[in-house]
């Protein structure tokens, strides 16, 4: 079946009049975004791109982002007109209590939702990753002859996109290794919230991006023949990401407010939107109307859609079978942790090592045992240890499992959750750990959309000495913590760091963060407990023989300060138990029986961690003693700083001591 531009306005249109009802009937919403860009949507979904609703998760789908996620009416419109499980019922449920239309899209390919998108420009930088993974999956399993891995990333960005850092990252990232798999649309309507982008934009977008080393075209976004000739000459360029941008009209329908920054994120109003409706030839009186002729047109496009897929299918079964099917399953299926465990290093008691160089002696063994293991630092793995030698590394125009991101935090923790996002690979990223704060958003949109990212964070304290109080994270415990779905694990020595490796790479659902030291801690003598305990988040690590005086909380390098300040504290007459407490995240998903055993509630609690105290008041009590770091840190010798602040062995001890006797 040809489609015509009457046929590709009658889409369009559809989309524009479902999108006012939508956000009408909800009270809440963004119809301009929708309505503008309708007439470049109608061409994607019906002469563009490649899907299968029947199989969401067919690996050589097309992947489209809605970076400017909050016009998620024109995303919802699609997927209903195209085949995916998305009723006229959803669409007037759109924007309430436990719909599938959510008020900005939440990542669940059964339903074609690529990623989570809504912060600007994290949908932007989520398919640099998508396109990267598929890239990487493509070299691997293409061979010779006809590929099984071609597809394309598209995305659709705006403005608020584009003026975001984090586009500006990536966008020299996808450059630079020379990405031809993505066509991203720039939806230039020149309007954000505050009225014309003349206000604070005012650079060559074209400009900018040619530098970046992408293809760029320019292009009416109202203009089918336009867009789709755009679309057609960007999947030939296969060297360089290509970026249309599209002049588009916010709101194009609306007769009083198209072009204006009144129709960006409130509902029309309904004269406006009957007003609407009659200006693009439509009843006005009608609302979550879709013409026969819509469901007709996407109905042939199904079939083609078919054909294509069956064709790909039967392409695979030839090319992908024995042992390459063996590797392809191996990387869509959960490493066997145990058998990992039995492949790691052993670190023997008493000796003296760095968390961050054992994980990177575990990460080498990662890297042996597991081909879809990738990731690289904000060029800082020579420090974090995760540069593995001997293993292919990004480049100019290359890429490799050791990826070089630079020196651009939120791009590589966005990139990363677009490699997560599509599958097949174990994404890890690496940095200091004062400079979670430059990736936070996207470490948040990761928990929120239950994704395997794997963060490696080194230097995790004032330990890190003489560079100071900006490169010594105070409060970034506290802070990574109160993330939910985020399971935080800060090891006490070596042994703990193989078991905190182990437990983020079984965690399917959601995203682990390894806090680690930079300074050497000793590799401690278990008496009454296995390193395998991280598995509960605390366990006793050092215990007495009656009844505690007193149970001291720590983590990361102050469990070994406080099992010394604990046999000080013996020679004195003081019971104390020492509690390892890796991860409160683990910690909080044990029975209620477990946890009062290790931490009992008629004995009296200190905490001793490098970091700020709040949030352990819900384990210790508001009562306790809290010796943490509630102040910036100081330039000096780690060594120095530790007797200056009282993380001593013997500091600690006396505090206890003193707390006891009040």
Not at 317 to 325: A, W
Not at 449 to 461: G, K, M, T, W
């Amino acid at each position: 079946m040809s489609i015509s531009n009457s046929d590709l306005k009658i889409v369009a249109d559809t989309v524009r009049t479902l999108s006012m009802d939508a956000i009408e009937k909800a009270k809440s919403g963004h119809p301009g975004m929708p309505m503008g860009c309708a007439d470049i949507a109608a061409v994607l979904w019906t002469k563009v791109m490649r899907y299968n609703p029947d199989d969401p998760e067919w690996m050589n789908r097309d992947r489209f982002i809605l970076s400017a996620g909050h016009g998620t009416m024109l995303l919802y419109s699609m997927l209903h007109f195209s085949g995916y499980d998305y009723s006229i019922e959803d669409i007037k449920n759109f924007r309430q209590l436990g719909s599938k239309t959510p008020g900005h899209p939440e990542f669940n390919v059964r339903l074609g939702i690529e990623t989570t998108t809504g912060p600007l420009g994290q949908g932007f930088a989520n398919g640099i990753g998508m396109a990267l993974a598929s890239k990487m999956l493509a070299d691997e399993f293409n061979g010779d002859g006809e590929p099984i891995i071609d597809h394309y990333i598209y995305s659709i960005a705006g403005d608020g996109c584009i003026m975001e850092g984090i586009t500006s990252e990536a966008a020299a990232l996808a450059g630079h290794w020379g990405l031809g798999n993505i066509i991203y649309i720039y939806d230039s309507n020149s309007i954000t919230i505050e009225g014309s982008t003349d206000m604070s934009m005012s650079h060559s977008v074209r400009t900018q991006f040619e530098s970046y080393n992408w293809h760029v075209l320019e292009i009416d976004g109202h203009n089918f023949d336009e867009i789709e000739k755009a679309l057609n000459e960007a999947k030939a360029v296969k060297d360089r990401p290509s970026l249309i941008i599209a002049r588009t009209m916010i709101g194009k329908g609306s007769p009083n407010k198209q072009c204006s920054e009144a129709c960006h994120g409130a509902p029309l109003g309904e004269d406006e939107v009957k007003c609407a409706k009659e200006s693009i030839g439509c009843d006005g009186d009608v609302c979550f109307n879709v013409p026969e002729r819509v469901y007709e047109i996407f109905s042939s496009v199904k079939q083609e859609q078919k054909a294509c897929y069956d064709s790909w299918k039967k392409l695979f079964e030839g090319k992908v079978k024995g042992d390459i099917k063996k590797r392809w399953d191996s990387c869509f299926s959960a490493p066997d942790a145990e058998s990992l465990r039995g492949a790691m290093p052993e670190f023997k008691a008493g000796g003296k090592i760095a968390t961050r160089t054992a994980s990177g002696k575990v990460m080498e063994v990662l890297f042996e045992k597991l081909p879809h293991f990738i990731g690289g630092s904000a060029d800082l793995g020579p420090s974090n240890k995760t540069f593995i030698s001997g293993y292919s590394e990004s480049g100019r125009n290359t890429l490799g499992r050791n990826i070089h991101f630079g020196v651009r935090e939120h791009a590589m923790g966005a990139i990363q959750n677009g490699i997560a996002c599509y599958g097949g690979f174990i994404p890890f990223s690496a940095t200091f750990f004062v400079f979670m704060d430059y990736m936070r958003p996207a470490v948040r949109m990761a928990a929120l959309s239950h994704l395997q990212s794997i963060y490696v964070f080194s230097h995790d304290s004032f330990y890190v000495g003489e560079d100071g109080p900006t490169h010594q994270p105070v409060e970034h415990l506290s802070a990574a913590r109160v993330i939910p779905n985020l399971n935080v694990i800060r090891p006490a020595d070596a042994e703990e760091t193989v078991e905190a490796w182990i437990s983020a790479l079984k965690r399917t659902d959601g995203p682990t963060m390894l806090i680690l030291t930079r300074q050497d801690v000793p590799s401690i003598d278990r008496k009454c407990s296995s390193a395998k305990d991280l598995e509960k988040g605390a366990y006793v690590i050092h215990d007495t023989e009656g009844k505690p005086d007193i149970a001291i909380l720590a983590s990361g390098s102050e469990v070994h300060v406080s099992m010394e300040a604990a046999g000080m504290l013996a020679d004195q007459g003081i019971n104390a138990r020492v509690v390892s407490f890796p991860s409160w995240f683990i910690f909080d998903k044990q029975e209620e029986a477990y946890r009062s055993s290790v931490i009992p509630e008629d004995v009296p609690v200190a905490v001793v961690e490098a970091g700020s105290r709040t949030g352990w008041e819900r384990y210790a009590g508001c009562h306790a003693l809290f010796i943490t770091i509630d102040d910036f840190g100081i330039s000096a010798p780690a060594e120095v700083l530790a007797g200056h602040l009282g993380m001593t062995p013997e500091a600690v001890a006396g505090r206890i001591r003193d707390f006891l006797k009040r």
